[in-house]
């Protein structure tokens, strides 16, 4: 490095005195610098890009004077010489030779060209080193603790933006939840609205079906059917009684002589209720063996009879409950639609009948027995394995025919509502009427019994009272000899 450079371009005036301080300065430029030289320790060393401009400066001068213009080859140094030698100046050259001189002139302007052409390429291609060295940023020495402030600043700053984040996904989850809780609420009150409309609905339906079936006229059994069943019990009375006089046929007749005078008594005054005074009568009279054996079958005939058509037509078995039903009906009968009245008697009748009186076969069976046994006794052909020879004989058809009285109640009472079917019999001593009788013996005057049952169908809007099945009736003249 030099302490101090100085060059001046040649000009046309230049004196040879001025030229001596360049050639020293060259000398100079030559010499190294070494620290602790006199004249330079007080002079600050320059910088790199310092002397970068000091070398630029120095090229601009130097170009300042080649680029003035000069003669077909003829050098700057040259052009000088030739004026100084016009002017008629002398030339002060130093003192070192002439030939050192050219030479250094030479070697001058070669390290000029090659310094203009490198130049050159530097002005058209950018100096990237030089850029890199004045515009890098100033690299500050690494502070961990001022890197663990910056690191600090962004965690509490994310954790800022995260509790704000979370803030408002609560208030979303609390708004959500609310609105949850709305429609679970929502959806309770329309499930509660639809089950109650669904009772509603099912209410009104029942309450349709009922008044549908209290208007309806249509029957579950036609009359015609129902005449072929009571054609069929007629028919297995018929049986009973006929089977009845050939098991027993005066067998017991001395041993029921013997039977106590109360139970007796008992048996005559039941039969006089149920045949009258005058069958008592012919029971009683054994005058004419196969005159007692007819008296006997129709009376047992009579008592299946009664007891069927006393079964069919009560309400109830209690007899006083029977009564207040009848009574209610007969006023609906005449003040409702028939329609209504006749739904009205089927369930009526069926609760009444079959759903409070849970043993009527049972009771209605045993009512069957004790009559028929009366019959015996009163007639002399009972004694005192009467009761188990009838359980024994005739239970299984005792059974079956209390199936049929059971089959025409509820057909009667609950198969048809279009109109009233009542079963016909005639009570002891009433006179003979063939618009719903029919003798079963040649005869005349009072009627003894009944024999067989009768239907009638009772009066309707527009009909009158009319005979399905006439009652088959016995003359007590019948059995007169």
Request: hydrophobic share 35%; proline share 4%; with cysteine.
């Amino acid at each position: 490095m030099v302490c101090k450079t100085a060059h001046e371009g040649p000009s046309g005036s230049m004196t040879s005195a001025s030229r001596q301080p360049e050639a020293a300065d060259m000398q100079i430029d030559s010499e190294p610098y070494v620290p602790g030289t006199p004249g330079c320790d007080d002079i600050d060393e320059p910088e790199p890009w310092d002397m970068e401009d000091i070398e630029l400066k120095d090229t601009l001068e130097v170009e300042k004077v080649l680029s003035q213009p000069a003669k077909p080859n003829e050098g700057p140094f040259e052009k000088t010489k030739s004026n100084l030698i016009a002017s008629g100046s002398s030339l002060d050259i130093p003192n070192f030779g002439k030939a050192d001189l050219a030479e250094r002139i030479a070697r001058f302007e070669t390290d000029h060209k090659e310094n203009s052409e490198s130049r050159t390429g530097k002005e058209r291609q950018p100096d990237h080193r030089k850029d890199r060295r004045f515009n890098a940023p100033y690299q500050k020495q690494d502070d961990r603790g001022a890197q663990w402030s910056r690191e600090k600043r962004k965690f509490v700053q994310d954790l800022g933006h995260a509790q704000a984040e979370n803030r408002t996904l609560q208030r979303m989850n609390e708004e959500l939840e609310r609105e949850l809780r709305g429609a679970r609420e929502a959806l309770a009150r329309e499930q509660a609205r639809r089950e109650e409309d669904h009772r509603l609905l099912d209410t009104r339906g029942k309450e349709l079906r009922d008044t549908q079936m209290f208007l309806t006229k249509a029957d579950t059994y036609s009359f015609a059917e129902i005449k072929d069943i009571v054609e069929g019990l007629n028919s297995e009375i018929l049986q009973i009684a006929a089977m009845m006089v050939d098991e027993f046929d005066c067998k017991g007749r001395d041993a029921g002589m013997k039977d106590e005078f109360e139970d007796l008594t008992a048996a005559v005054m039941q039969m006089r209720k149920v045949l009258g005074e005058p069958m008592v009568r012919l029971l009683q009279d054994h005058k004419d063996r196969e005159m007692h054996i007819e008296v006997v079958q129709k009376s047992i005939q009579a008592i299946l009879v009664n007891a069927a058509s006393h079964a069919v037509s009560r309400w109830s078995s209690h007899d006083p409950l029977s009564s207040v039903f009848q009574d209610m009906y007969h006023h609906i009968r005449t003040s409702k639609n028939p329609a209504v009245a006749g739904r009205w008697r089927a369930m009526t009748r069926e609760i009444t009948k079959y759903v409070l009186d849970t043993n009527f076969d049972e009771r209605f069976s045993w009512f069957l027995l004790e009559s028929l046994r009366d019959v015996l006794h009163v007639a002399g052909w009972s004694n005192a394995d009467t009761e188990k020879r009838m359980i024994d004989k005739f239970g299984e058809r005792l059974v079956v025919l209390v199936m049929l009285v059971k089959k025409l109640d509820r057909a009667i009472g609950e198969g048809i509502t279009s109109r009233d079917l009542d079963v016909l019999m005639v009570e002891a001593g009433e006179q003979f009427d063939p618009s719903y009788m029919i003798a079963e013996e040649d005869g005349s005057g009072p009627i003894a019994c009944s024999c067989n049952l009768g239907l009638m169908a009772g009066v309707a809007e527009e009909t009158r009272a009319e005979c399905l099945l006439k009652v088959g009736v016995i003359y007590i003249s019948s059995f007169e000899t």
